[in-house]
């Protein structure tokens, strides 16, 4: 039997986890199946327990269940510990079942070695304090940028991820109002705006001459941050699809060892 993976999330309809995993294990040669879970509102870890139980290697966990995987971990890589959500599950020879988070990894990495950005004395926004923006602070800070500043709607949110993370990095925290006439070569959309086809009320002058945005969502057509970006004239006006296709590709770099390519596959779905 091949081994077994998959992504629990509610709803998981829509997930495309299980054809870019699908992609790489051909790319590979890796003998894996890779299904959707919809997983128990009231009874995640449950149907994690059941996973494993049926012999299961692997697990990814998106929405709404990546801080109730935290908390049912074993062990977790340092990244996941300090993002407080865990993305990808991987049960150990022992049993034990261990957490990372790749999300971070996989934005620096669509950003670098896809796109080409380059960290060094760039100024970063990232805008949004929830669980999505938490998850990418770490891996934003380990590529030394300038500075990272968080801006949020409400602003004692963004003032105190940004002290979970001082120490780590040149990072600061503040309102969406409080950003003035600062200007950066990178912002970055981790909010929850664009589901209702918002985008957060950032001032018109904030990015860069040349600055990139870049969309942490992504959707068939350009996404309302995407179009922010280009109506801002942006260097590159960027959406999520490689950063979940580079996400995946840590999650099954962890699980077998191998690092499959993701261009065609980002190519493929963008
Ligand atoms: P997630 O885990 O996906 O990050 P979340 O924890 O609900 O979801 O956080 C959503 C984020 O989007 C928050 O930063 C939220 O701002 P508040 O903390 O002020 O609620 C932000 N957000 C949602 N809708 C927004 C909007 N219309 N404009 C600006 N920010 C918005």
């Known amino acids: ?14 997930s495309l986890s299980p054809e870019i995993h699908a992609a790489f294990a051909g790319e590979t040669g890796e003998d894996i199946e890779y299904e959707r879970l919809l997983g128990d509102l009231e009874d995640f870890n449950g149907d994690v327990r059941d996973f494993f139980a049926r012999g299961g290697c692997g697990l990814n966990v998106t929405v709404p269940f990546k801080q109730k995987a935290w908390e049912l971990m074993d062990e977790l890589s340092e990244g996941a510990r300090i993002a407080g959500a865990v993305n990808t599950i991987t049960r150990q020879d022992s049993g034990k079942l ?21 960290f060094n004395n760039a100024s970063v926004l990232l805008i949004g304090a929830g669980g999505a923006s938490r998850g990418v602070i770490l891996p934003l800070l380990q590529q030394q940028p300038a500075c990272l500043m968080i801006a ?26 409080e950003i003035g006439n600062q200007q950066f070569d990178l912002i970055i959309n981790a909010t929850a705006a664009g589901l ?27 996404t309302a941050f995407v179009r922010w970006g280009e109506a801002h004239h942006a260097g590159k006006a960027l959406d999520g699809i490689g950063m979940l296709v580079e996400q995946a590709a840590e999650s099954f770099y962890i699980w077998r060892g191998v690092r499959p390519h993701t261009a065609a596959v980002i190519q493929q779905l963008g």
Request: aromatic share 6%; glycine share 14%; hydrophobic share 30%.
């Open 1 to 14: 039997m091949s081994d077994q993976y998959a992504v629990i999330g509610n709803p998981v309809r829509h």
């Open 98 to 118: 261990h957490g990372d988070n790749t999300d971070g990894v996989g934005l620096v990495r669509d950003l670098t070695q896809n796109h080409g950005f380059d």
């Open 196 to 222: 209702k086809g918002d985008v957060p009320a950032i001032p018109e002058t904030c990015l860069a001459s040349g600055g990139w945005s870049y969309d942490m969502m992504y959707g068939r057509e350009p």
């Open 152 to 177: 949020n709607r409400t602003a004692e949110k963004a003032v105190l991820l940004a002290d979970l993370f001082s120490g780590r990095g040149e990072i600061c925290g503040c309102g969406l109002h």
